[in-house]
């Protein structure tokens, strides 16, 4: 699925409509350069599952961020890895294999992934312009709501 987001807020309002159709064990891989929007991306998502937006910040200091909610949300942010043994020392695949809804930014890092996992590509196409293509999600749950 494709789509033209104009300004933050719709990419924060298609990341709201993603994480509607997340469940526990769901993961959720961001990928797209600096300032493409991801982190944005994930304020919605987190406010789709009752968490606050204001909550959710670039985790530049932090690798793994974890927000209460009903199904906990374990926010990732690879940026700052270098290399495939350094990804599996920060524990990340604990969360990727537990209950919670995990997503990823930088996730170009993880190299390839399992194809249950959501994939979400963020294209830059001018200041305020994202294409934003989301694979692994079904059209028609997409349409439900
Ligand atoms: N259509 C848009 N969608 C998303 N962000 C936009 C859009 N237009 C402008 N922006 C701005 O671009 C920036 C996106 O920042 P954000 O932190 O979401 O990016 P990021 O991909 O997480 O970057 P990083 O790789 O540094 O973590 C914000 O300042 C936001 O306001
Ligand atoms: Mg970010």
């Not at 200091?61 to 974890?66: D, M, Y």
Request: glycine share 8%.
């Amino acid at each position: 699925m494709k789509f033209l987001s104009r300004k933050t807020e719709e990419t924060q309002m298609i990341g709201f409509r993603l994480g509607n159709l997340l469940r526990p064990h769901s993961v959720v891989c961001l990928y797209g350069e600096l300032g493409a929007g991801k982190t944005t991306f994930v304020k919605g998502i987190a406010q789709a599952l009752g968490i606050s937006d204001r909550d959710v910040t670039s985790a530049s200091f932090t690798i793994i961020a974890e927000y209460d909610s009903e199904i906990p949300l374990y926010h990732i942010d690879l940026y700052r890895i270098e290399k495939n043994a350094d990804i599996d020392e920060t524990g990340i695949w604990d969360y990727i294999y537990s209950d919670g809804i995990t997503v990823i930014e930088w996730a170009e890092r993880l190299g390839e992934v399992q194809d249950d996992f959501i994939r979400v590509k963020f294209a830059i196409i001018d200041k305020e312009a994202r294409d934003i293509t989301i694979e692994g999600i079904d059209e028609k749950d997409w349409n439900r709501i």
